[in-house]
Structure formats: structure tokens, C-alpha cells
Nanobody
Framework: QVQLVESGGGLVQPGGSLRLSCAAS????????MAWYRQAPGNQRELVAD???????NYADSVKGRFTISRDNAKNTVYLQMNSLKPEDTAVYYC???????WGQGTQVTVSS
């Protein structure tokens, strides 16, 4: 079955950086678009960034210029490099196989001094 396992979340001060990883198994990873979503308390889940199988990327306006999504097909892994973090980036971050209902369990990112 499809498994997506996120890692790399944690507590970071404003202005800091984190890199999230999502390791996929049970799918032919290289042919699927992948995405990162996030959900803050009281908010709907929102798209942060996605990347096609050809490595084309798309970002939410709120993270453009600060976050970078990438993938390593040899490792079946998608990454989210997050720089210049702000308190409003605090959320649970989820990995997803785009266009399919496959989600990871989520990893908490907290930006606070």
C-alpha cells in the first residue's frame, strides 16, 4: 500500500529554517506529482507547494521566495526547504500524492521565539 512518511518538523525561531522530508513507498514515485499542504488550528488545509514529475513547481503566494520544493526520484523523497520562517507558518505540514487521496501523517512545524 501507499505510505508517505514525513520528517523534519520542530520548533524554530522566527527567521530560522527547516527542511521537511517525505519518503514515499508503494507507488512508482517518479511519475507522480507531489505536494506539501499545511493546516493551522482553526484553518482549512491549504496547498503550500507542489512539484510535477518533470520538476515544475508551484507555490502559494504566502511562501514564494521563502520555501523551495524539490524531489529526488532515486530516493522516492520530496523535500520542502523552508527559510525565513514566520510565526504564521506554524501548522501541521502534510505530504500528498497530488491528484490522489494519499496523505502522510503530518509533521508539526512551530515558529516561535
Amino acid at each position: 500500500q501507499v505510505q508517505l512518511v514525513e520528517s523534519g518538523g520542530g520548533l524554530v525561531q522566527p527567521g530560522g529554517s527547516l527542511r521537511l522530508s517525505c519518503a514515499a513507498s508503494g507507488i512508482r514515485f517518479s511519475i507522480y506529482a507531489m505536494a506539501w499542504y499545511r493546516q493551522a488550528p482553526g484553518n482549512q488545509r491549504e496547498l503550500v507547494a507542489d512539484i510535477t514529475h518533470k520538476h515544475s513547481t508551484n507555490y502559494a503566494d504566502s511562501v514564494k521566495g521563502r520555501f523551495t520544493i524539490s524531489r529526488d526520484n532515486a530516493k522516492n523523497t520530496v523535500y520542502l526547504q523552508m527559510n525565513s520562517l514566520k510565526p504564521e507558518d506554524t501548522a501541521v505540514y502534510y505530504c500528498k500524492v497530488q491528484n490522489y487521496d494519499y496523505w502522510g501523517q503530518g509533521t508539526q512545524v512551530t515558529v516561535s521565539s
